[in-house]
């Protein structure tokens, strides 16, 4: 039989491995090995692996992989395998085994992919419902759900299990019996070696969206079908007909219980459907006992189906007390005392009593409380005896509260039943009744023509709805004919009721004498200017005697909202056109801008020479932000104020696109007149909503050059307190005088630079000393939302004052407070602001936090202060945070211990993002920084952890380390796309410039269009914060600049720069990946696996750009899991790992491989005969190509991909002879100096290239 098991199973694993092939996406955990063969067997078991791996397996795995540690697949091995599934896992025992024992093996499962992907997750609170006092602690889902009702969700993702005292499941050495999502927990005392189990509680892991506290919509309660039939049937079909309009179009969630309240899982009915597409379907048919429960349903829809307009309530309604049953204040009765008081299908409910206070805090065991019953409370349920008195009101569709008449379009009959049937169909009604029926119809109601409701007719409707109009179709009925059906359909009230349309005046320039009516928009706009909107929304035409252009019978040219109107006489049939005119609806803000936002006038030209040009262009050079983008109206008067039209001046142009231009040589009398523009704007322009500015700036003072507040040294000093590109800068001193009144000639006052006033420039000696500020977006001022700690006061005023500095917060509140904070609140301790107690503050920033001295006050002490901080908003995001590991590189044996960012971004290069969002500080032992009382001089985001053992009492600092939260995309593993490293420039010149336009130069088709990310270090791996230069630009528009001239020692350090590029531009498809090489073991100074000697020892077996590199042990380990400290780990110098690096003074052995793009490992090469033409006789052995190609014609490819170089006694490779290339290069050759050489001779050596061939094996020339 276990043959046959064995069978099973791999039929089974095989069958799982070729469906794997057909999805795209899988969903795997890690491989487990947490047993090996040594003892009884090897068993990864289910139940184990989750003890030892909390939350890394979903609940319920799909499917399961087996292989050995050395990657065989489970088949191969021969073994005899007791289990292999994903309800127990994997056991193979030595006792089934010819040769008596397991080969050692690792599993992984397959989960639904959601588990992988689905984003944010929230836990639950912990339920203890059960103690061990008994048979055992029984925390199942079952008994949960019924004890907490909506507390859990219906499908955790996952189980945490820990005992009430906080220890680990896996600590306790209990026997466990069940602990996954399906069950939930059990724990017997039988398993038990002393009898007893330990007393456990339970938590699970849901979506996101269930533990959102954001307000919810629901629908109501539907219970439209109970199971007398053949089952109930809760369908979204069947519901929307009878409930139009109260469920939303596509729900989010659907919830189902039975019509007790009763949990859905719990009733053991098997379920056919419960979805948001098909709504609930339970089968009698399904069911072991023959019948379903009998359910109702409801469903979640987006909060704006909830929240459209203004809500309306009811009154409240208290008809009960609970002197008597309990307190009934059900609609049936509600309805009854108050008719028409109540709307038909209440949207909400809301409970409290008749004191005012909630439901829930009264602690009544409530019966019902909904909107398809009422409210009931029974006084039976109560612990105490009696329930409280209580009062409702009731939340209707705002059409209850707003009966505003509906927009209702006439009845349609545009067929009858004696064809097919009756077809009102919105195509064919649109056709027929033009103009009567909206676009988006609200609702449909149907009615037969002798006014009988569509229900009582009992025929059978094909179609009723906005979309499509009505079908009733012949076929469908089993008596014969559908009934003759009218049609109304509701409509939005704006198209009832339109608004008040903004018309033009009537226009006709001309009339058909000539060629025709030319009635342009062109010309009218000429004629008349400012008195038509620049896009018009419709036109109207009619005869000048008022008669409608349809009725004359004149064949149009064209009539329209872009051209205007054109009638030709060539078209009409009996001779000329009608004599038109025309009119054009505008947007209403045209006919009424209210109140209307004019610019100032303008009179930048006069007609002293070739007329006068107030174009737009030339007003906005020199009125910047003065005319809006897009005027609504152009007024153009004499500078004496006299009207345009008065002039008899023949005008140019004079619209809202050009401006206005009259030209002298278009007038008969000589010169034009001299005149003066303005333009109608949005109301908008004129009246900005609320101005973002951020605070006041003073960072220098003119002692010294001047008064320099740039903007380059300001972010500096305040980072992220100044937007990107600000709109407008103001300036003023620091006595609060304008910048004009100062008389100061000042150099800079703009957006681009900030501001500079140069004492050199000033007659009287010194600048004034300015502060400024700057108008940013609104979006830059008002964040939402907004994330703020919690209130701290730490500290009272009856010593020297109230002290709650960040220094101390952060002592006594680790990880609540961000790392920069954006915004500090201050308020008493009773509420008031700080500034309504008139104390004297010493200080209230984002810096220090906040100090008031008792000192400082003249009527006695502080008042007592609390403080919150504003923070990023990713800082109160929820969902998995991104912190590094734990970073330990001092200890306090010195002067302290200096866990700095400087030090450790460069003995961890990599491993901490550029700007953290925050620190986390503790002992090596594990306790917390503010459990140890040391002073500590530094902890923040900038300069990372510094303790003095000069700070403390007993001389001596704690031995700490520290960990820094990143953003989340930071620890994201899916695989970054980043170029090469590329390092043009030296800093021997003016400074070191690695910039975009230079790069993409030298390596065309190496850099993205728009890079995501740069990335900078040192050419020896350090990073740039570290080196202490004055960096210029380091982005992703211009590159990267360091100039010397900026730096205190006048010399930039010698920077390399790499991009990271949407992933779509590294290659896609199958990788193409080298063999492994370990040419190396750190026997010496350490593993050295370096593409200079790999490449030398290994001729064209790695590409010449890798795409990324891999390194692992030789054993196959992770680099990562050695923790040994890498010196270079990437595809431009290969992999160092070095001993004297090392705590234990060794590196592992390491081997590396390299990504290349897809053609390298598809690219057949063919290497050339060997050649030596020079020998080391001269001034060394050069072996260029160009001479190559001169002695060896046609012998050598065009663009050789590999070069080869040996010498010409015993081959020894040119990597082993330790002697130094001038030249080494498959497009250049190889070149050898003797004066460059230890011995001064170079040895002899011979090359060849490996060059692209056929599949024949023949050199693809292509000269």
């Not at 056991?91 to 010819?98: G, P, S, V």
């Not at 040769?99 to 997750?121: I, L, N, T, W």
């Not at 020297?800 to 509140?813: A, I, M, Q, V, Y």
Request: aromatic share 10%.
């Amino acid at each position: 039989m276990k043959g046959v098991c064995i069978t099973l199973i791999a039929v089974l694993l095989i069958g799982s491995s070729q469906q794997t092939k057909t999805k795209d996406k899988e969903c795997w955990t890690p491989w487990f090995d947490r047993d090996n063969p040594s003892a009884t067997g090897d068993w990864e078991t289910l139940i184990d692996l989750h003890k030892e791996n909390p939350g890394k397996i979903c609940g319920n795995p799909l499917k399961i992989q087996v292989q050995t540690i050395a990657g065989d697949s489970m088949t191969s091995t021969g073994d005899r395998i007791l289990q292999a599934d994903t309800t127990t896992g994997f056991i193979c025992r030595n006792e089934d085994q010819k040769c008596g024992k397991c080969e050692d093996y690792r599993v992984r499962f397959q989960c639904p992919e959601s588990f992988c992907k689905a984003g944010p997750r929230c836990w639950t609170s912990w339920f203890n419902r059960d103690n061990p006092s008994e048979d055992g602690d029984q925390e199942t889902l079952i008994e949960l759900w019924k004890e907490y009702p909506g507390k859990i969700c219906t499908n955790p993702l996952n189980i945490e299990v820990q005992t009430t005292s906080g220890d680990s499941m896996a600590s306790t050495g209990d026997t466990i019996a069940r602990a996954d999502t399906a069950v939930g927990f059990v724990c017997k005392n039988k398993d038990q070696k002393d009898g007893k189990c330990k007393d456990y509680h339970v938590r699970f892991q849901c979506f996101k969206s269930f533990c959102d506290k954001a307000p919810k919509c629901w629908t109501q309660w539907f219970d439209r079908d109970n199971p007398s039939a053949k089952g109930d049937w809760e369908t979204l079909e069947d519901l929307r007909k009878e409930y139009p309009g109260k469920i939303c179009d596509n729900p989010i969630h659907i919830h189902v219980q039975t019509v007790d309240g009763g949990h859905m899982t719990l009733t053991g009915d098997k379920i056919h459907k419960a979805d948001t597409t098909t709504g609930f379907i339970c089968r009698n048919e399904d069911q072991k006992k023959g019948k379903c429960k009998d359910y109702r349903v409801q469903f979640m829809c987006p909060l704006s189906f909830c929240m459209e307009g203004p809500k309306c309530w009811t009154q409240w309604f208290d008809r009960d007390n609970p002197s008597a049953t309990g307190d009934w204040e059900t609609l049936k009765d509600l309805r009854k005392e108050y008719p028409g008081k109540i709307c038909k299908n209440p949207v909400n409910i809301l409970v409290q009593t008749t004191a005012g206070d909630t439901m829930d805090s009264t602690g009544n065991k409530i019966h019902i409380a909904d909107t398809t019953t009422g409210f009931v409370c029974r006084n039976e349920d109560q612990k105490k005896g009696k329930c409280k008195d209580y009062r409702v009101q009731f939340q209707c569709p705002e059409r209850f509260c707003k009966a505003a008449p509906k927009c209702w379009t006439q009845w349609f009959d545009r067929d009858n039943p004696s064809a097919k049937g009756d077809w009102e169909t919105l195509k064919d009604l649109r056709k027929e009744n033009p103009g009567k029926i909206c676009k988006n119809p609200v609702n449909i109601h149907v009615q037969t023509i002798a006014g009988g409701t569509m229900a009582s007719t009992g025929d059978k409707i094909h179609i009723a709805d906005t979309s499509t109009g009505f079908v009733c179709r012949n076929e469908d009925q089993t008596g014969g004919n559908c009934k003759d059906y009218r049609v109304q359909f509701e409509c939005p009230a704006s198209f009832c009721k339109p608004a008040p349309k903004c018309w033009t005046q009537w226009f006709d320039r001309d009339n058909p004498s000539a060629t025709g009516d030319w009635e342009t928009l062109k010309d009218l706009r000429k004629e008349n200017p400012g008195k038509i909107c620049g896009k018009p929304l419709k036109i109207q035409v009619q005869t000048t005697a008022g008669g409608t252009m349809a009725s004359t019978g004149d064949k149009i040219h064209i009539a329209d909202t872009s051209t205007g109107f054109v009638c030709r006489n060539k078209d009409q049939k009996k001779g000329n056109c009608k004599d038109y005119r025309v009119r054009f609806q505008c947007p209403k803000m045209f006919c009424k801008p209210a109140p209307k936002c004019w610019t100032p006038w303008f009179d930048r030209d006069n007609p002293s020479a070739t007329g006068d040009w107030e174009t737009l262009k030339d007003l906005r050079k020199e009125n910047p932000g003065k005319i809006c983008g897009n005027p609504l109206k152009i007024q153009v008067r004499t500078t004496a104020g006299g009207t345009m039209a008065s002039t008899g001046d023949k005008i140019h142009i004079a619209d809202t696109s050009t401006g206005f231009v009259c030209r002298n040589k278009d007038q008969t009398g000589g010169n034009c007149k001299d005149y003066r523009v303005r333009f109608q704007c949005p109301a908008r322009f004129c009246k900005p909503a609320p101005k973002c500015w951020t605070p006041w700036f003073d960072r220098d003072n003119p002692s010294a050059t001047g008064d320099w507040e740039t903007l380059k040294d300001l972010r500096k000093e305040n980072p992220g307190k100044i937007c990107g590109n600000p709109l407008k800068i103001q300036v003023r001193t620091t006595a609060g005088g304008t910048m004009a009144s100062t008389g100061d000639k000042i150099h800079k006052a703009d957006t681009t630079t900030g501001f500079v006033c140069r004492n050199k420039d000033q007659t009287g000696g010194n600048c004034k000393d300015y502060r400024v500020r700057f108008q940013c977006p609104a979006r830059f001022c008002k964040p939402a939302p907004k994330c703020w700690t919690p209130w701290f006061d730490r500290d009272n005023p009856s010593a020297t004052g109230d002290w709650e500095t960040l220094k101390d917060l952060r002592k006594e509140n680790p990880g609540k407070i961000c790392g920069n904070p954006l915004k500090i609140q201050v308020r008493t301790t009773a509420g008031g602001t700080m500034a309504s107690t008139g104390d004297k503050i010493h200080k209230a920033d984002t810096a220090t936090g906040f100090v008031c001295r008792n000192k400082d006050q003249t009527g006695g002490n502080c008042k007592d202060y609390r403080v919150r901080f504003q923070c990023p908003e990713m800082f109160c995001k929820p969902g998995p945070k991104c912190w590094t590991p734990w970073f330990d590189r001092d200890n306090p044996s010195g002067s302290g211990d200096w866990e700095t960012l400087k030090d450790l971004w460069k003995e961890y290069p990599g491993k901490i993002c550029n700007s953290p969002f925050d620190i986390q500080v503790q002992t090596t032992s594990g306790d917390s920084m503010a459990s140890t009382g040391d002073t500590i001089a530094r902890v923040d985001t900038s300069t990372g952890f510094v303790c003095k053992n000069k700070d403390q009492k007993d001389g001596k600092c704690k031995d700490y380390r520290v960990r820094f939260q990143c953003p989340k995309s930071f620890c994201d593993k899916a695989p970054k796309c980043w170029t090469q490293w590329f390092d043009r420039d030296n800093p021997s010149a003016t400074g070191d410039w690695e910039t975009l336009k230079d790069l993409r130069k030298e390596y065309p088709g190496k850099i993205c269009d728009n890079p995501i990310h740069i990335h900078v270090q040192t050419v020896d791996g350090g990073h740039m914060a570290s080196t202490g230069d004055k960096i210029y630009k380091a982005d992703t528009s211009t590159g990267f600049v360091c100039e010397n001239k900026d730096q205190a020692d006048g010399k930039c350090e010698d920077y390399r720069v790499r991009f990271q590029c949407p992933s779509s531009f590294c290659p896609m498809g199958p990788r193409c990946w080298t063999p492994w090489f370990d040419r190396d073991n750190p026997s010496g100074t350490g593993d050295w696996e370096t593409l200079e000697y790999l490449r030398g020892e290994n001729p064209g077996k790695i590409c010449h750009n890798p795409l990324q590199i891999d390194v692992q042990t030789k054993f196959g380990g992770s680099m990562d899991s050695t923790g040994d400290v890498i010196t270079v780990a990437d595809t431009e110098s290969g992999f160092i790992c070095k001993n004297s690096d090392q705590k234990c003074g060794k590196c592992k052995d390491y081997r590396v491989r390299f990504q290349c793009s897809g053609n390298f490992c598809t690219q057949r090469v063919c290497w050339t005969k060997w050649f030596d033409r020079d020998n080391p006789s001269g001034k060394g052995d050069f072996e260029y190509l160009p001479y190559l190609r001169k002695a060896y014609p046609k012998e050598i490819c065009k663009v050789p991909l590999y070069i080869d170089v040996v010498t010409t006694d015993t081959n020894m490779p040119f990597i082993a002879t330790g002697q130094i290339s001038s030249v080494f290069s498959p497009t250049q050759g190889f070149a050898c100096r003797n004066t460059e050489q230890k011995g001064g001779m170079c040895l002899d050596y011979k090359v060849r290239f490996g060059c692209p061939c056929t599949c024949e094996g023949i050199i693809q020339h292509r000269e």
